[in-house]
C-alpha cells in the first residue's frame, strides 16, 4: 500500500547536539505535515509545507520539502530536553484533482540526555 | 477553549465484549478520524468521515464500527473481532486539507 517512510526510528542526542529526521514517499505528495507526540501525549500539528523547495522555520526547528516534492526533513539545532518525543511526518497525496488521507510515517523517537 | 475530548482515558475490557470508545470536538471540523497507535507502528488509520451520516474504511477496519449521527461526535466500538484490540486510540479531526489534525489525548485500551 501506500507508504511514507520515515527515518531514523530511534535518535540519542546529547543536549546542545543536532537532530535530523526524514521523510520519504515513493509517490509526489500534494503536501506534507509534521507532528510531535510527547511521551504519554497524543501528536500535535507542527506545521504544513506545500511547495516544491519550501523551507520553514519555528525557532530552533528547520523544515524542508524536497524539489521533487517526494521528501521532507525536519531538523533541530542545539537540542534541548524540552524536545523530547516522537516526530511525524504525514504526507498527503493527489487523486485526479482531489485530496487524500494522510499517510503517516512510523516517527522518530528522540531522546535527549541531559 | 475548542478541542477534542476522547474518554476515557483508561479502559479495562474483557475478551470477548465489545467497547465504545467516545469522542466529542466542539471546533465545527467536517472530518474525523479513528487511528490505532501500537509501539514502532506509528499511525494506523481504522475509519474516517468527511461529513455526517457517512464514514469509510480505513486501512485497518477489520472488527471495528463507526457511526456519524452527529457532527460533534465520532465514537468507535471495538468488537469482539478485533483480534488484538489493546492499543492506543486517538481520535482526530480536520477543518480542511490546508490545516493540520486536531488530536483528542486518547483512549488506551486494554484487553484481557
Known amino acids: 500500500g501506500q507508504q511514507v517512510m520515515q527515518i531514523p526510528q530511534y535518535q540519542h542526542v546529547q543536549e546542545g547536539e543536532d537532530f535530523t529526521t526524514y521523510c520519504n514517499s515513493s509517490t509526489t505528495l500534494s503536501n506534507i505535515q509534521w507532528y510531535k507526540q510527547r511521551p504519554g501525549g497524543h501528536p500535535v500539528f507542527l506545521i504544513q509545507l506545500v511547495k516544491s523547495g519550501e523551507v520553514k522555520k519555528q525557532k530552533r526547528l528547520t523544515f524542508q520539502f524536497g524539489e521533487a516534492k517526494k521528501n521532507s526533513s525536519l531538523h533541530i539545532t542545539a537540542t534541548q530536553t524540552t524536545d523530547v518525543g516522537t516526530y511525524f511526518c504525514a504526507g498527503r497525496k493527489n487523486y485526479g484533482g482531489s485530496q487524500g488521507n494522510l499517510i503517516f510515517g512510523k516517527g522518530t523517537k528522540l531522546s535527549v540526555k541531559p | 477553549d475548542g478541542g477534542i475530548t476522547q474518554s476515557p482515558k483508561y479502559l479495562f475490557r474483557k475478551e470477548g465484549q465489545n467497547v465504545t470508545l467516545s469522542c466529542e470536538q466542539n471546533l465545527n471540523h467536517d472530518a474525523m478520524y479513528w487511528y490505532r497507535q501500537d509501539p514502532g507502528q506509528g499511525l494506523r488509520l481504522i475509519y474516517y468521515?468527511?461529513?455526517?451520516?457517512?464514514?469509510q474504511k480505513g486501512d485497518i477496519a477489520e472488527g471495528y464500527s463507526v457511526s456519524r449521527e452527529k457532527k460533534e461526535s465520532f465514537p468507535l466500538t471495538v468488537t469482539s473481532a478485533q483480534k488484538n484490540p489493546t492499543a492506543f486510540y486517538l481520535c482526530a479531526s480536520s477543518g480542511g486539507v490546508e490545516v493540520g489534525y486536531t488530536f483528542g489525548s486518547g483512549t488506551r485500551l486494554t484487553v484481557v
Open positions: 468521515s468527511q461529513i455526517v451520516n457517512d464514514f
